[in-house]
């Protein structure tokens, strides 16, 4: 039997665990699907389906599903949609697929819904326009009525003078005659946000105490396009605040645009979350993860046949967030063993070349295994557990695999079912 299986077995056969405990933790899994909105622990994993999922989003996706499983809390998927113009075809059910096949599944997303739906922000444009207008008349936000032509022309002159590009906040100081007289010929202005006043300090629970003077080093930005979608600013505040998420996990490189998301908070009254901030996932070599490596799509390692287990201890091994990193682990030892006060602000340096070596640690010899084999090794197995017969091993990985307590020979269900999904059943009722 292959060492990994082994070691998921003797976790779901811990003494004390009956059949019918084990109905029971199946049957909260289940309901778990429609999670109650009002959890302690809610956070998101907030992909653009501009491109299929790859390695570095495998990560921040992970490192956001442990967090809510090791806190009893909900795991939700949003796909932020609002660039019309770069979607790619079949990108969005791409994401959701790899994260099924990662063994990492959200609990509410466009697929399986939830009580915070919709999860793609292209049908929740009301609600940002909402958000847009009483911005408006709280005079925390403008109409912009400059062109695409004048915008460039700015853009241009700074570079050719090295300086930063920035808007010139023009149209903040339009008075509302002259805002009245444009809105006649231009009804649909992009709104920009005010970046007045002091940011406020906050304290991220990666990086520490951090505070951006954000008004002071840009213009004041977009947050609603002409053609009635947002940028990341509005929406990602907007929707974190509407599905009540209490832990924002995400990539380092929106570390310093949180000070402007804290300023939006301030301006629509709300209490925004925690804030923790990821250290980039990079090449051995320190460059970028790019998406025009082939080889870092999630789709490429599933096709050649890579264990989903051995991508999720290699992307967790070259990082932090672990008392200590060894090989070999399986995703309930992952949850156990997390702890986020551990995440440093290194980057984790990524070297594949070493991925075989965990797929083959993890797939173990022997996976061509007979009912014989099978039969003696799980009778090994119950042997070795106090206090629990081998007629009740075999009730509970009935219930495991079947969700019945009656039914075939488990080793004849294990063979059928192979390995993988062998495997994959038992973590699912072990992250229940």
Not at 388 to 416: D, Y
Request: overall charge positive; some cysteine; aromatic content about 6%.
């Amino acid at each position: 039997m292959p060492p990994h299986m082994a070691v998921l077995l003797k976790k779901l056969l811990h003494p004390g665990r009956s059949p019918a405990a084990l109905g029971r933790l199946m049957g909260r899994r289940e309901a778990s699907l429609g999670t109650d909105p009002g959890a302690a622990v809610r956070v998101r994993f907030a992909p653009s389906p501009t491109g299929f999922l790859h390695l570095g989003g495998l990560r921040t996706a992970l490192y956001n599903y442990i967090f809510a499983k090791k806190h009893q809390g909900s795991f939700i998927l949003r796909l932020e949609d609002t660039d019309q113009t770069r979607l790619v075809p079949g990108a969005a059910e791409n994401i959701e697929d790899m994260l099924e096949w990662a063994g990492v599944p959200p609990d509410e997303s466009p697929r399986r819904g939830g009580p915070a739906g919709p999860y793609l922000q292209s049908q929740r444009l009301a609600l940002y326009a909402q958000a847009a207008e009483a911005l408006l008349k709280g005079g925390a936000a403008y109409p912009c009525f400059c062109s695409p032509q004048r915008l460039e022309l700015l853009k241009k002159e700074a570079l050719r003078n090295r300086q930063t590009p920035r808007y010139d906040n023009r149209c903040r100081s339009l008075s509302q005659a002259q805002v009245a007289q444009k809105l006649a010929t231009d009804p649909k202005p992009a709104i920009r946000f005010r970046l007045e006043g002091e940011a406020p300090a906050f304290q991220d629970l990666v990086y520490g105490w951090n505070r951006h003077e954000v008004a002071s080093v840009e213009g004041d930005p977009v947050i609603l396009k002409s053609d009635g979608f947002p940028t990341y600013h509005l929406a990602s505040v907007v929707d974190d605040h509407h599905m009540g998420i209490s832990h924002v996990l995400r990539g380092s490189e929106w570390l310093v645009s949180t000070s402007k998301h804290l300023l939006l908070y301030q301006a629509l009254g709300w209490q925004p979350p925690q804030f923790a901030h990821l250290p980039l996932l990079l090449n051995r070599d320190g460059s970028k993860l790019s998406k025009r490596q082939g080889d870092i799509f999630l789709e490429h390692f599933a096709a050649t046949g890579f264990l989903p287990d051995a991508l999720l201890d290699i992307i967790t091994n070259c990082g932090s967030g672990f008392a200590e990193n060894q090989m070999g682990r399986t995703l309930p030892e992952l949850i156990t063993q997390f702890d986020l006060s551990r995440v440093t602000c290194h980057s984790a340096l990524l070297d594949l070349e070493k991925l075989p070596e965990f797929n083959r640690l993890l797939e173990g010899p022997g996976t061509n295994l007979t009912q014989d084999v099978l039969n003696r090794e799980l009778k090994k197995l119950s042997d070795g557990l106090e206090g629990i017969k081998h007629s009740n091993v075999m009730k509970l990985l009935r219930v495991a695999l079947s969700g019945q307590q009656q039914g075939p020979p488990v080793a004849e269900m294990m063979v059928s079912l192979g390995p993988k999904e062998v495997r994959e059943r038992i973590q699912k009722v072990l992250c229940s």
